[in-house]
């Protein structure tokens, strides 16, 4: 995992990364969104030390992830969960959640060890990807597609350009014996 987070700021230098994990039916942030690669490091070595033991909630880490993913829409919203449970035990309704993920764009994608209905579902409905594991190399080879940045689709951009700066007007005498000049405009 160490490796995919330098990959990944490799070919995302300015995007923002955050950690947390789902345990005894909570969701906890390790890592609020970050570029900062030590902070992020940390945070999985927290992981490999606590470990992760007790039921899985795959609703109460989406919704705590909600809350960090708030961004405005011009900004690209993705969550990876890798998950090796084989269900998930949540307080409410899952479908709930899963309208307010398609509400703000946010594209869920899983890693999983085996296949789960409603994982597979979650990542179907929000133009994530779910990959069910072989072995090590195909875990990292599944995580390295996750590291380049997805295409976004033109009718989803939100944004225009902007003028930024002020223009200026320069002349330059080139010759001054012909009295020619050349005018150059500078944005």
């Not at 995302?12 to 570029?35: F, M, W, Y």
């Not at 829409?73 to 709930?96: F, G």
């Not at 350009?161 to 000049?181: A, D, E, K, Q, W």
Request: net charge negative; hydrophobic share 40%.
């Amino acid at each position: 995992m160490s490796d995919f987070v330098d990959e990944f700021f490799d070919q995302n230098p300015i995007s923002q990364l955050g950690l947390l994990v789902a345990k005894n039916k909570r969701a906890e942030v390790l890592s609020d969104l970050t570029g900062n690669i030590q902070k992020l490091k940390d945070g999985l070595n927290a992981v490999r030390e606590a470990g992760c033991d007790g039921e899985f909630s795959l609703q109460n880490a989406l919704r705590v992830a909600l809350q960090t993913l708030k961004y405005p829409s011009h900004s690209s919203r993705e969550m990876l969960i890798i998950c090796s449970s084989l269900s998930t035990c949540d307080p409410d309704d899952i479908m709930i959640t899963l309208k307010e993920l398609k509400k703000l764009k946010i594209r869920c994608s899983f890693i999983c060890l085996a296949e789960v209905y409603v994982f597979k579902l979650i990542s179907e409905e929000t133009s994530g990807t779910y990959s069910v594991l072989l072995d090590e190399e195909h875990l990292k080879n599944v995580l390295w597609t996750h590291a380049i940045p997805p295409v976004v689709p033109v009718k989803d951009l939100d944004s225009n350009l902007i003028r930024m700066g002020n223009c200026t007007v320069i002349y330059v005498l080139c010759n001054p014996l012909h009295s020619t000049f050349y005018i150059r405009k500078l944005c």
